[in-house]
């Protein structure tokens, strides 16, 4: 999962709402520290799926491991 830690990474970055996530790309999240290829991946594929509307009711600081 995402955890605390690299949640605050993504916040200092910009990403703090889902919206945010729109437009990046997964080579731009995996750029941030602790975040990496993979999760980048996942959390790209998860703003951009379905399962959208359970992600909206989640803000970066409720991310935990």
């Known amino acids: 999962g995402v955890?605390?830690?690299r949640a605050r990474h993504l916040f200092n970055k910009g990403f703090s709402k889902i919206d945010d996530f729109k437009f990046a790309s997964s080579d731009d999240l995996a750029k941030i520290p602790a975040i990496g290829k993979s999760l980048a991946e996942d959390i790209i594929r998860q703003?951009?799926?379905k399962g959208r509307k359970k992600l909206?009711?989640?803000?970066?600081d409720q991310w935990a491991d």
């Open 47 to 49: 703003v951009h799926s």
């Open 56 to 60: 909206d009711a989640v803000s970066a």
């Open 3 to 5: 955890g605390r830690v």
